[in-house]
């Protein structure tokens, strides 16, 4: 079983910005974080291919967060910038357990690992 361990959450001024961070127990492939506000289903925000040459963002993020990773870490960032009230949310890391070709990294039950998660709160 592979641990995913998030950090970097925490509260901002709408426009700030915040790195979350998040180390898998051992290597893993594709990787994603979504999130879930209150009284919201949880939603695709960002993911990053295994070799890191390929990325997805949702529309709502587009431009203003950016997907990395670090392969000699098992770790994947997403840096946050511009950030809004409606970004508030609890941010989870999620990863595949093997390699696969999907044409798009966006859907939750592709996941087989998931980290805790870690609050956002944006205020205004």
């Known amino acids: 079983q592979v641990q995913l361990i998030e950090s970097g959450g925490g509260l901002v001024q709408a426009g700030g910005s915040l790195r979350l961070s998040c180390t898998a127990s051992?290597?893993?492939?594709?990787m994603g974080w979504f999130r879930q506000a209150p009284g919201k289903e949880r939603e695709f925000v960002s993911a990053?291919?295994?070799?890191?040459?390929?990325?997805e963002h949702a529309d709502s993020v587009k431009g203003r967060f950016t997907i990395s990773r670090d392969n000699a870490k098992n770790s994947v960032y997403l840096e946050m910038n511009k950030l809004k009230p409606e970004d508030t949310a609890v941010y989870y890391c999620?990863?595949?357990?093997?390699?696969?070709?999907?044409?798009?990294?966006?859907?939750?039950?592709?996941?087989?690992?998931w980290g805790q998660g870690t609050q956002v709160t944006v205020s205004s």
């Open positions: 051992r290597r893993t492939y594709n």
């Open positions: 999620a990863a595949e357990r093997e390699i696969t070709n999907r044409a798009t990294m966006t859907v939750p039950d592709e996941y087989e690992y």
């Open positions: 990053i291919s295994w070799g890191g040459g390929r990325t």
